[in-house]
């Protein structure tokens, strides 16, 4: 039978993937607030749909590569490394989706539903295969 220290061996480790993601999820978020041209926040306040499709489909977007890097790294630097790529490669979604729709923040500000929920699924389509492709 297990003791409940044996069960709880691993919560150090746990809590140390669980605060490397939050702060990388932090970071990603506010990188993604500074270049995007449309204040994300304070639009999901005022009740912007568009903005609000865009800024959750992004953010688990980069949740699902981040999540798969928990899951699979060998330590610590292997999953903050990889959590750098995954923010890099969902910043690259976010301009290549700009490209395919002109004009996209401004839509988006003015409370343009379908333009929030086109780059909100880019993100997501985005962030399924990024991480796909970390699974290697």
């Not at 990188?31 to 999901?44: A, G, N, Q």
């Amino acid at each position: 039978m297990e003791t409940l220290g044996e069960s709880l061996a691993g919560l150090p480790d746990f809590l140390a993937f669980l605060g490397t993601a939050a702060v990388l999820t932090l970071v990603y978020v506010l990188i993604y607030i500074r270049v995007t041209p449309h204040p994300e926040i304070k639009l999901i306040r005022e009740n912007n749909m568009a903005a609000a499709l865009a800024f959750g489909g992004s953010l688990v977007g980069f949740s699902l590569p981040l999540a798969n890097t928990v899951a699979t790294s060998i330590g610590l630097i292997d999953c903050v490394l990889w959590g750098v790529v995954a923010i890099v490669v969902q910043i690259a979604i976010y301009y290549l989706a700009c490209l395919s729709m002109p004009g996209i923040s401004a839509r988006i500000a003015r409370g343009e539903t379908a333009s929030g929920l086109w780059l909100g699924v880019t993100s997501l389509s985005g962030g399924i295969l990024n991480a796909a492709c970390m699974t290697y």
